[in-house]
């Protein structure tokens, strides 16, 4: 059996083609930086907060499906006996967009926040904060946003450190209440532990074997296959040990993307699927080229815009085809350059042969 140690050096040039900093790009999901470090440079915030009453007290999102951006709703209400504006809303993190109906809250009265959160391809428990300064007081409204992103079947945990153990039990639940297989863990037969309920062809949980010295060429993401309609592949991220310093040499602020991982569920050969992705160019003047670091499989860029809502941020927008006529899991990384930079985009998913009977395309996990 191959030792770990011994893994990562045989894949270390490999791995260092195509991967970036966990949270090098928007944000990790679980960042909630202090009112404080909103503005670096400027002095600790103090004095009463304004007199906003928050409806309800969080946004929830529940159990949010990875593959779309989360959205929900809170109302900011005014419990003064004069009006309040609002100078500025500040998220903590790219990937949370707010919305406000109305800048000004009039006494007793309240205005409603939008907000959207984009990690798609992030797999857990989210905590983010949406900072609201109101004009007179130097303490925000700190709106807060919980929730978890997951497929239809939840994988537990849905990342784990490869330093920390290299082998170790994955939990797998359907959370629609639906019967499934687990097909395959990174390629082979899957090393059940246990499954609910017991005996049965497929079940509703199961719990599985991981073991990242066997047949782990790829260490950023463990690919699990089901025969779940809702979720084909699951994704969970392995982070940690000696891989942490080859990222860091691939990270710039000139030059990156808004989203670490992309997970397109089931290509077949044949198929395209096309994928959309936030990204930063420092010179927009310079050409750029992309490509794809997977056998059999081609992109091209469909579109690049600026971000309405942030000038600073463009959307791109590539279709990925495949001509791979094999069954096996996808790990790999879609790569632009411009001259000497580089950014780096996980892909996920499982790769199929052409489809014999006609029918409609599986369509990946990542649906518009």
């Known amino acids: 059996m191959m030792r770990y140690g011994r893994l990562i050096a045989g894949v270390a040039v490999m791995v260092a083609a195509i991967v970036m900093t966990p949270g090098s790009a928007w944000c990790d999901q679980g960042s909630t930086a202090p009112p404080s470090q909103a503005q670096p440079g400027t002095a600790p915030l103090t004095g009463p907060p304004p007199p906003v009453l928050l409806e309800p007290r969080q946004i929830d999102l529940g159990y949010a499906n990875p593959s779309r951006i989360a959205t929900g709703v809170i109302k900011l209400r005014n419990t003064s006996s004069r009006p309040l504006t609002i100078g500025r809303v500040q998220p903590t993190c790219k990937c949370t967009t707010p919305e406000l109906s109305s800048m000004t809250i009039p006494p007793g ?46 994988c537990t945990p849905a990342e784990f450190r490869s330093d920390v153990s290299a082998q170790g039990n994955l939990e797998l639940e359907a959370m629609d209440g639906k019967p499934f297989r687990v097909l395959r863990v990174n390629g082979l037969a899957p090393s ?18 991981y073991d990242l010295t066997v047949n782990s060429p790829m260490l950023d993401y463990y690919i699990i296959e089901t025969d779940h309609p809702d979720a084909p592949v699951l994704d969970p991220r392995v982070l940690g040990g000696e891989l942490a310093a080859i990222e860091g040499r691939f990270f710039t602020s000139k030059l990156l993307f808004g989203r670490h991982n992309t997970n397109i569920g089931i290509l077949r050969a044949g198929e ?85 009977g006609g029918g409609a395309a599986e369509g990946g ?4």
């Open 272 to 356: 395209s699927v096309e994928i959309d992705v936030g990204m930063v160019r420092a010179d927009r003047t310079k050409p750029m080229t992309w490509e794809i670091r997977v056998p059999d499989l081609s992109i091209e860029l469909v579109s690049l815009e600026v971000d309405p809502k942030d000038p600073q941020w463009e959307k791109a927008v590539v279709r990925v085809t495949s001509a791979a006529e094999r069954d096996a899991p996808l790990v790999g990384a879609i790569v632009v350059r411009q001259e000497d930079l580089q950014a780096r985009m996980f892909i996920t998913g499982r790769l199929m042969p052409a489809r014999t």
């Open 365 to 368: 996990a990542e649906k518009p």
């Open 109 to 154: 009265q309240t205005v409603e926040m939008k907000a959207g959160v984009d990690l798609r391809g992030s797999l857990g428990k989210i905590s983010k904060t949406i900072n609201v300064f109101v004009n007179g007081y130097s303490q925000p409204v700190q709106v807060k946003i919980v929730g978890e992103m997951g497929y239809a079947v939840r």
């Open 192 to 209: 059940i532990i246990s499954q609910s309920p017991a005996g049965a062809d497929k079940a509703i949980r199961w719990t599985v074997a």
